[in-house]
């Protein structure tokens, strides 16, 4: 990394921007008075990158001028060029970092991605300082590290994390089969204990076999028991249809015979009915005989009776017509009469008035009366006799014909033919009933016939039905005893099927336990490897561990750190010293070897090994800072990333003269190994030995102008 230029606002005394570039120069001298702000100014550049100014203590916040500050650095790694800017906000505080590679945003604003950039970039802080910076009050330098620290930082710059994320790698890996290994042994102990039940599975296996084997031959004898007496009851039940059948049989037979009996009994009357009108034939035919006659008596009797009949009509018909002109002529006379007696009363008059005159006209009527009286007389007379003449037709006529004795007659005939009528229906039945006699009579031995066979066949059905019954009779006890056997059989289908289930259960236990052992096999060979490479994980973390392979390096590299500090200590010190770098020291308890880093410091004038605490105020300045200008010289030929910016503040404060300018001929050696320096003087003869001078003054700056 080599440092370009370098912008504060807001920190420290700097309440102004000021900002300081940096061209082709490589030694660059900053001076001014003290309190000036020279430490700010190049700490700066590190807080701006770090977050933190290296000699001071508290966060960045407590190093604000202003309220608010601002940093700006550039800065050039791997031919790119890189602008960091921090900005930072005291109420409410608050923080943010822009880095930018080519002026492309490459992390920010937030802090936390700032900083993982830069580490990625430039190394973290620690490392960085202890090797590129050396601080007025000699801040972040390795000489003041614990032994233990130093040889921790010497192990990162030799690229030692790598071993040691391998080695912890390794233990990690281990760490974590082993905890695998528990879980498999606690699995394994577990199938085991399982795995010791088989003997009592294949014990219980046998048992339940032989179990069942005894059951399939109950089974089987108590199916051939029951089989016989399915058979048996087949029959008893063929019995009881056949005894059904011969029932029903025995019914219609007896149905018939009852018929058989009725049609007996009909035909046999109708026999005696036939034989009584045979029997009566003499009378029968007497009597149809004496039918005829009075049925010839009646037609005879009927001519008679239809004359006198019509005679009668005659009679009556006379007799009628004169009663009716009767009653005319008499309703005539009676007319006739009361007309006479009104002409007389009318024609009265003129005999009344004693006037003749036929032309007085108050007397014609009287004379048409007068006049009408001879004529209605005349007519009188004539109706008079007529009825004398009907009245006597009338009696002339005297009785009508008598009808009623030959009616009489006419009934009793009838009566007595009807009486007879039986007789002639028997007449005519008698023929028939000669020829029917004999059919009836043969119908009658056929009735008689059938009735035995119908007899004979009841018998035989009966003394079957009795046999029948016999069977039916075992029919209960069957019955029971079936029932019996189904029970059994169910029992033993029922414990047969329970049977199976356990032997299946038994089964699956037992291949549940082979599959346990194949179970237990698989995880002891597993257990196998996993031990395998527990103790190839364990060599691993034992070799790239702390106590392994990097002491070694450590020592490896300790001569090349030796050489360089020597190569300082002879340009910057007039005295003659030797330092030796000791990675491992015995413990208190004797034995044991601790890892260390001791700088142990051998004057070689008097031969004395001494602390570096030992020496005066300016050779400790000497010796340190020759042992840090080794260390950044062997830091910057490790890294594949070095810093190319070396800085030093106030580091000559107690040197004499010589020795200062001896101290910065050394420094200017650094530029062997490093692009750019920057040191802090208070003495500006010694800055004016740098090739651009900065002035700072209250928070200002001044300097001379930049080489390019
Ligand atoms: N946190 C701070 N905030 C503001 N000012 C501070 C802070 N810390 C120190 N100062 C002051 O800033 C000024 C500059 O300090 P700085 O250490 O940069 O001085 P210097 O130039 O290096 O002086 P010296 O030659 O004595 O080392 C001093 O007056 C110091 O007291
Ligand atoms: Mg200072």
């Known amino acids: ?342 002409c007389r009363k009318q024609a009265s008059t003129i005999q009344e008035v004693h006037c003749s005159r036929r032309d007085c006209k108050f007397l014609t009527e009287a004379w048409k009366a007068k006049d009408a009286i001879t004529i209605i007389s005349q007519k009188l007379t004539e109706e008079e006799q007529r009825l004398a003449h009907e009245t006597l037709q009338l009696k002339n006529l005297g009785q009508p014909p008598a009808i009623e004795p030959v009616l009489s007659k006419m009934k009793q005939m009838q009566t007595a033919a009807k009486e007879l009528e039986a007789y002639v229906r028997l007449a005519a039945q008698l023929e028939a009933a000669e020829k029917n006699k004999q059919h009836l009579a043969e119908e009658l031995d056929r009735f008689i016939i059938k009735g035995r066979e119908k007899a004979a066949e009841i018998e035989k059905i009966s003394a079957s039905l009795k046999e029948h019954a016999k069977v039916t009779e075992t029919s209960a006890l069957i019955e029971k005893q079936v029932s019996l056997l189904e029970e059994r059989s169910r029992k033993l289908s029922a414990a047969s099927l329970a049977m199976s289930q356990e032997l299946g259960e038994i089964k699956a236990r037992i291949q549940a336990t082979l599959k346990i052992q194949q179970e237990i096999a698989m995880q002891k060979e597993r257990r196998g490897k996993i031990t395998t490479e527990i103790s190839e994980y ?80 300016g050779e400790k300045v000497l010796l340190s800072q020759a042992i840090r200008m080794a260390m950044s010289v062997f830091q910057a030929q490790k890294s594949r990333k070095p810093w190319q910016t070396f800085f030093l503040d106030e580091s000559l404060g107690e040197l004499d003269e010589v020795n200062a300018e001896n101290f910065l001929r050394a420094v200017a050696d650094l530029t062997t190994w490093f692009r750019r320096i920057l040191y802090i003087s208070h003495t500006p003869n010694l800055t004016l030995q740098a090739q651009k001078q900065v002035k700072v003054e209250n928070g200002t700056l001044s300097h001379t102008a930049a080489l390019n």
């Open 538 to 617: 364990e060599a691993i973390a034992r070799i790239y561990g702390k106590n392994g392979v990097q002491p070694l390096i450590i020592d490896a590299a300790t001569p090349e750190l030796e050489a360089l500090t020597r190569q300082f200590l002879t340009s910057i010190c007039q005295k003659n010293f030797d330092v030796s770098f000791m990675t491992q020291r015995e413990t208190n308890k004797g034995k044991a070897l601790r890892e260390t880093l001791d700088i142990i410091i051998t004057d070689l004038a008097t031969g004395q090994k001494r602390d570096i605490a030992n020496f005066s105020g």
């Open 1 to 342: 990394m080599l440092l370009k230029s370098i912008h504060i606002e807001g920190f420290g005394p700097y309440h102004e921007a000021q900002t300081v570039q940096f061209g082709a120069e490589q030694i660059i001298g900053i001076y001014g008075p003290n309190g000036s702000g020279k430490t700010f100014l190049l700490e700066a550049a590190l807080a701006c990158l770090y977050e933190s100014f290296p000699s001071r203590k508290g966060t960045i916040y407590s190093h604000l001028g202003s309220p608010k500050g601002t940093i700006e650095v550039s800065f050039e790694l791997d031919g790119q060029g890189y602008r960091a800017m921090r900005t930072v906000q005291s109420k409410p505080q608050k923080q943010e970092a822009h880095l930018y590679c080519d002026n492309q945003l490459i992390a920010g604003p937030k802090t936390t991605e700032f900083a993982a950039e830069i580490e990625k970039l430039l190394g973290p802080a620690g490392s960085a300082l202890a090797c590129i910076f050396s601080a007025q009050d000699s801040a972040g330098d390795m000489i003041n590290l614990s032994p233990s620290e130093r040889k921790e930082l010497l192990a990162s710059w030799l690229g030692l994390e790598a071993c040691s994320r391998l080695a912890q790698g390794a233990a990690d890996k281990s760490k974590h089969h082993n905890m695998r290994l528990e879980d498999i042994d606690a699995h394994i102990k577990a199938m085991e204990k399982e795995e010791l039940r088989m003997p009592e599975y294949v014990a219980a296996l046998k048992e339940k076999e032989e179990q069942l084997k005894e059951n399939a031959q109950t089974t089987c004898e108590t199916n051939k028991q029951l089989q016989a007496l399915y058979q048996e009851k087949a029959g008893i039940e063929e019995a009881v249809r056949r005894i059904k059948e011969l029932r029903s049989r025995l019914e219609a037979l007896s149905r018939e015979r009852e018929e058989l009996k009725n049609s007996y009994t009909r035909t046999s009357n109708r026999l005696e009915e036939l034989e009584k009108i045979i029997r009566q034939k003499a009378e029968i035919e007497s009597k149809a005989r004496k039918h005829t006659e009075i049925v010839q008596e009646i037609t005879a009797t009927s001519d008679v009776m239809q004359k006198l009949q019509k005679e009668y009509q005659a009679y009556q018909g006379t007799k009628s017509r004169l009663e009716e002109k009767i009653h005319a002529t008499t309703k005539n006379i009676a007319v006739l009469k009361s007309r006479l007696d009104s």
